[in-house]
């Protein structure tokens, strides 16, 4: 393997903080995580325990066949940013793009607000 390869890992629905423990053993350079669904779960154990490995924030629910709005998605977004750094933040779906018909729409609007919660940071970064 390459130097500069990184390892993703993903993990679904699960006690954050508990796996926050276990991540920090792991030889994984990013976890990615469901939190679209959570209802502030993840963000809260990241309060209490920040993590040393980048971030993938869920923030669309593939479960759903709605398409969430850009506003939500920002919404979760300036909200990891202040408990995650950005150079360490990845923005994803949940969990891939299971439900058919919505992953185009979905992943624009998802862009869509990385782009914008982006242009806002000082840096523009």
């Known amino acids: 393997m390459k130097d500069d390869t990184q390892i993703h890992i993903h993990r679904c629905y699960c006690d954050s903080h508990e796996m926050l423990d276990a991540i920090e053993g792991m030889d994984a350079d990013v976890i990615s995580l469901e939190t679209s669904r959570s209802s502030g779960v993840l963000p809260d ?9 980048g971030i993938g924030l869920g923030v669309c629910d593939i479960h759903s066949p709605v398409v969430p709005d850009t506003e939500t998605m920002r919404n979760l977004i300036r909200e990891a ?3 995650v750094p950005a150079e360490t933040l990845r923005v994803n779906p949940d ?22 919660v982006r242009r806002e940071a000082p840096d523009g970064k």
């Open 45 to 53: 154990a990241l309060r209490e325990k920040p993590c040393s490995r």
């Open 95 to 116: 969990c891939g793009l299971k439900t058919r018909g919505e992953p185009v729409e979905s992943l624009r609007r998802m862009a869509d607000a990385a782009r914008q």
């Open 81 to 83: 940013l202040e408990l």
